[in-house]
């Protein structure tokens, strides 16, 4: 199916892809387009790095949308989950501190990490997690995830195929 579209529209598809993947949108999962992208690169069509730089790309212009929807629209959302009930409070309260905390080597690792990749830009920007640290430290952490992934399909693709 992906092979399709990329036959139908281009490379432009893995940036729209990881873009919607970085927004929680349904659709395919990173761990199919991303080796995906590295057999489309391995084909000759088009090189490994730029393959790498279009879902880079992608993930952070979904990565930054979910962020501002978080730091614009976020607090009354986490009101409304405190008030929920003691449980949640205390929950909301320690992802708060943990996102505040060192938050730089934090958000890093969870841009590498499946689930947590994808969920962690709404809450860092409730958080008020300071911009520039939460976008430098997922590009950095999307770039490894990315670049292994699609690196994976590039060199491994043909054996997997």
């Known amino acids: 199916m992906i092979m399709d579209w990329i036959a139908k529209y281009g490379a432009v598809v893995f940036l729209v892809i990881t873009c919607l993947e970085a927004m929680n949108c349904p659709g395919m999962p990173a761990g199919v387009v991303l080796p995906a992208a590295g057999i489309y690169a391995a084909s000759g069509k088009i090189s490994l790095l730029f393959v790498i730089f279009l879902t880079v790309i992608g993930g952070m212009a979904g990565t930054a949308a979910m962020y501002y929807i978080g730091r614009l629209g976020g607090h009354s ?19 708060e501190e943990y996102l505040q905390h060192r938050s ?10 499946p689930v947590v990749r994808t969920l962690l830009p709404l809450p860092a920007g409730v958080c008020e997690v300071e911009p520039v640290s939460f976008l430098s430290a997922s590009a950095l952490g ?20």
Do not use: D, Q, T
Not at 77 to 95: Q, T, V
Not at 104 to 113: D, E, H, P, Q, T
Not at 145 to 158: C, M, Q
């Open 77 to 95: 959302l986490m009101h409304w989950l405190k008030a929920r009930g003691p449980k949640i409070k205390n929950g909301c309260e320690r992802c």
């Open 104 to 113: 730089f080597v934090k958000i890093f690792i969870g841009r590498m990490l």
């Open 142 to 161: 999307i770039l490894c995830y990315n670049a292994a992934f699609v690196s994976a399909g590039y060199f491994l693709g043909h054996a997997l195929i």
